[in-house]
């Protein structure tokens, strides 16, 4: 069983920046996935980011160039650096990671508004 802890939500102006961060109970260095989905009220979840075994990331083309993903092995974390926010960012963002199945954080509200 792994457990995930976000944190780094909050409120935010458009244009601003934020980074979240989740924490593993365990190592993540044999994670085959990890990454950070969202959910907008009335909207299905999506994907935003994930590094792949091996290294590979992907981005959702709503983020690209904006938000960054990195992984901590040390730290068993994973991180994702939102800059330029908009408006339609606003969302529950969920950390994921895939071992032997699927884990979900509790997810951490980003609202971003002027």
């Known amino acids: 069983q792994v457990q995930l802890v976000e944190s780094g939500g909050g409120l935010v102006q458009p244009g601003g920046s934020l980074m979240l961060s989740c924490a593993a109970s365990?190592?993540?260095?044999?994670?085959?996935?990890m990454g950070w989905y969202r959910q907008a009220p009335g909207k299905q979840r999506e994907l935003v980011a994930a590094?792949?075994?091996?290294?590979?990331?992907n981005y959702a083309d709503s983020v690209k160039g904006r938000f960054t993903i990195s992984r901590d092995n040390a730290k068993n974390t994973v991180n994702l650096q939102m800059n330029s926010l908009k408006p339609e960012d606003t969302a529950v963002y969920y950390c994921?990671?895939?071992?032997?199945?699927?884990?979900w954080g509790q997810g951490t509200q980003v609202t971003v508004s002027s």
């Open positions: 365990s190592s993540i260095f044999s994670f085959n996935a």
């Open positions: 994921w990671a895939v071992v032997s199945a699927e884990y």
């Open positions: 590094i792949i075994m091996g290294g590979r990331k």
